[in-house]
T-cell receptor, first 115, second 112 residues
Framework: EAGVAQSPRYKIIEKRQSVAFWCNPI?????LYWYQQILGQGPKLLIQ????????DSQLPKDRFSAERLKGVDSTLKIQPAKLEDSAVYLC?????????????FGPGTRLTVL | QKEVEQNSGPLSVPEGAIASLNCTYS??????FFWYRQYSGKSPELIMF??SNGDKEDGRFTAQLNKASQYVSLLIRDSQPSDSATYLC????????????WGAGTKLIIKP
């Protein structure tokens, strides 16, 4: 079974530039999560999708961050314009929507550096 | 008070000894608990999942739950240098949005 795919793996941009991250979840996983992880901290949920609908985006800085999940499969997270404090690893995870199966499977992440 | 708390460490343990990692949670109604391992520069991977009906052992790993004191422990027996990583504790959010509440992780260092 193929895992969660993410690209790019690394990205360096200057502040005020734009950047986009792509995620392809495990086949059949209806729930998709985008996390931001700053060094030394646990993952912070940015947005959660159920199929192609948003379940929770309460912690997404909507003035600069946006995300979509077209057709309930792939997802894209965009930052426009980027700030220095956006430097972090952006993790995509997916899971089945079952009460007894809450394990989240993570992709390799995208390490973003904003200069 | 944070919902899920872990000592950030680092916790240094000699090779072959038992490493003990703790995680406290605030919601008394929590029923299940996840332990993820995250190697430096890598993404988290699940190593243990425990329900509230008892301890669980998987190879060198044992998860223990103390509901009265609201903490869950991860014990690693016969610690190996390859166990050096950050261990993240996660607890499902009780409103059934299939979200996990994450601790900040404990960095474990196994010294040869």
């Amino acid at each position: 079974e193929a895992g969660v795919a993410q690209s790019p793996r690394y990205k360096i941009i200057e502040k005020r530039q734009s950047v986009a991250f792509w995620c392809n979840p495990i086949s059949g996983h209806a729930t998709l999560y985008w996390y931001q992880q700053i060094l030394g901290q646990g993952p912070k949920l940015l947005i959660q999708f159920q199929n192609n609908g948003v379940v929770d985006d309460s912690q997404l800085p909507k003035d600069r961050f946006s995300a979509e999940r077209l057709k309930g499969v792939d997802s894209t997270l965009k930052i426009q314009p980027a700030k220095l404090e956006d430097s972090a690893v952006y993790l995509c995870a997916s899971s089945l929507r079952r009460e007894e199966e809450r394990e989240q499977f993570f992709g390799p992440g995208t390490r973003l550096t904003v200069l | 008070q944070k919902e899920v708390e872990q000592n950030s460490g680092p916790l240094s343990v000699p090779e072959g000894a038992i490493a003990s990692l703790n995680c406290t949670y605030s919601d008394r109604g929590s029923q299940s608990f996840f332990w993820y391992r995250q190697y430096s520069g890598k993404s988290p991977e699940l190593i243990m999942f425990i329900y509230s009906n008892g301890d669980k052992e998987d190879g060198r790993f044992t998860a223990q739950l103390n509901k009265a004191s609201q903490y869950v422990s991860l014990l690693i027996r016969d610690s190996q240098p390859s166990d050096s990583a950050t261990y993240l504790c996660a607890v499902p959010r009780m409103d059934s949005n299939y979200q996990l509440i994450w601790g900040a992780g404990t960095k474990l260092i196994i010294k040869p």
